[in-house]
């Protein structure tokens, strides 16, 4: 696993521009080297901020949208089209506006669907099975970018403190009891982020700072997910100042003005 590197930007608006300036080009280069780009998304405040500015640059459109392979980290378990579905917020910050391959969007399934949590879970971890091939080396894709939000709490997709899905093995889990609403959720299981080439954890505000300090650290994941939060071969913790007002010099942290 990666050793996180840490960027910070003044402010949460400069941080979505900032970050999704900097997916624009990763999923240009990945495309140029391999034909196609695999990307998780993530809910939550910055993230959604992240994808509308990505539909707001004129440099979306050296974008292959129809090779790329979107998935989430975590999804809400409501019905399509509720508002705080992360899947809706995505839509209307991005996908709807550009011209993706509905086949290559991977959605984690609502209620509506018929499934019970645990159902749309195990059809989701199917999924991810099936587009895994040999060189991944496990149950789900090597993906290119794994966006992750952080959570006060430091958890990371639906991933919270103390709950037993922190232990699951399998590609994706159902989790009940969530402390932020809604109560039903179902999530990308840590081997799965873990298996990313590159995680990309994004935070903002002051209430996440005591949650990003304890990520860089060596905390538990049962305690602070978010210190499991890391990719393959890069990770990266990109911060507006106030999220980054605890870290430790030592981090090596690398700043903009
Ligand atoms: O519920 C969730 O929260 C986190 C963080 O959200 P934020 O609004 O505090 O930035 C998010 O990463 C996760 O995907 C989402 O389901």
Redesign the pocket.
Same mark, same amino acid.
């Given at each position: 696993m990666s050793v996180p590197t840490v960027i910070i930007h003044r402010d949460a608006d400069v941080l979505a521009k900032a970050v999704a300036a900097r997916l624009i080009t990763r999923l240009v280069d990945d495309q140029a080297a391999k034909g196609s780009a695999s990307l998780v998304l993530? $809910? $939550?405040? /910055? @993230?959604i901020a992240t994808l509308a500015e990505i539909s707001a640059s004129p440099a979306r459109d050296a974008v292959d949208w129809r090779n790329l392979d979107i998935w989430w $980290?975590?999804? !809400?378990f409501l019905p399509s089209g509720d508002s705080e579905r992360?899947e809706t917020g995505a839509r209307k910050a991005l996908l709807d506006n550009v011209d993706v391959d509905p086949a290559r969007v991977h959605v984690m399934r609502g209620p509506d669907s018929g499934m019970t949590a645990e159902e749309s879970a195990e059809a989701y971890a199917e999924e991810l099975r099936r587009a895994s091939r040999p060189e991944d080396h496990g149950p789900a894709p090597s993906f290119d970018v794994l966006m992750? @939000?952080? $959570?006060?709490d430091g958890? /990371?997709?639906?991933l919270f403190p103390g709950m037993p899905a922190l232990y699951d093995t399998r590609p994706a889990v159902a989790v009940h009891g969530?402390p932020?609403p809604p109560p039903t !959720?179902i999530t990308l299981s840590l081997p799965v982020i873990q298996g990313a080439r590159e995680v990309w954890v994004?935070?903002? @505000?002051e209430e996440?700072s005591a949650a990003v300090r304890l990520a860089l650290s060596e905390s538990g994941t049962m305690q602070v997910p978010a210190a499991g939060a890391r990719g393959r071969q890069r990770t990266l913790f990109l911060l507006d100042r106030a999220a980054a007002s605890k870290i430790p010099a030592s981090l090596g942290r690398i700043s903009s003005p």
């Open positions: 993530t $809910g $939550g405040t /910055v @993230g $980290g975590d999804e !809400r992360n992750l @939000g952080m $959570g006060p958890h /990371v997709a639906s969530s932020k !959720r994004i935070a903002a @505000g996440k």
